[in-house]
């Protein structure tokens, strides 16, 4: 008989977006251990990549708050009713200090690949690295926004101007 393999973490998620920080909070108040990968250089999902001059919400701030913590909505002060990206971003990390999520998100860290292994009965999750890590559980936090969908245009390789995406 064979010993069952233990996890490297109860929960895997990808996404340090919304998503990723209230998992967190969820996750570990069930008892579980967790780790968020982003192959971001910051926490804050879409906001991490839209830095352009004159990024801001198009919801006020008030929706833009984890609602997990009465004392984080009640200690954090918006100072815009439609915050820019930099205030947004402040936001992400004043949740991930106060919470102490910090130890528990990886980030600068892409998964490439993610398998079910059905021998041991736990996902392993392969970095750009060739890091492997094993859980549980594996959930995608990733927004429906954090891949820019480039449009296919005819003759846009051939166009000699400067080329925006507003998702980067």
């Not at 393999?5 to 929960?11: A, G, I, L, T, W």
């Not at 801001?56 to 008030?62: G, I, K, L, Q, V």
Request: aromatic share 14%; net charge negative.
């Amino acid at each position: 008989m064979t010993t069952p393999q233990k996890p490297d973490y109860d929960v895997i998620a990808i996404g340090a977006g919304f998503a990723g920080l209230a998992l967190i909070h969820y996750i570990r108040e069930a008892g579980l251990s967790i780790r968020v990968f982003d192959k971001a250089d910051d926490v804050g999902g879409t906001w991490t990549w839209n830095r352009y001059p004159g990024a801001m919400t198009d919801s006020e701030s008030y929706y833009y708050c984890l609602t997990f913590s009465p004392e984080l909505l009640q200690e954090w002060k918006w100072t815009r009713r439609y915050p820019d990206w930099k205030e947004t971003q402040s936001y992400f990390r004043f949740v991930c200090d106060k919470c102490d999520m910090w130890p528990d998100i990886q980030l600068n860290t892409e998964i490439v690949d993610a398998s079910y292994q059905q021998d041991s009965n736990l996902w392993k999750l392969t970095t750009a690295d060739g890091e492997t890590h094993t859980c549980k559980y594996f959930i995608s936090a990733m927004g429906m926004i954090s891949e820019p969908v480039i449009p296919k245009i005819d003759g846009m390789d051939r166009f000699q101007g400067p080329l925006f995406h507003s998702a980067r």
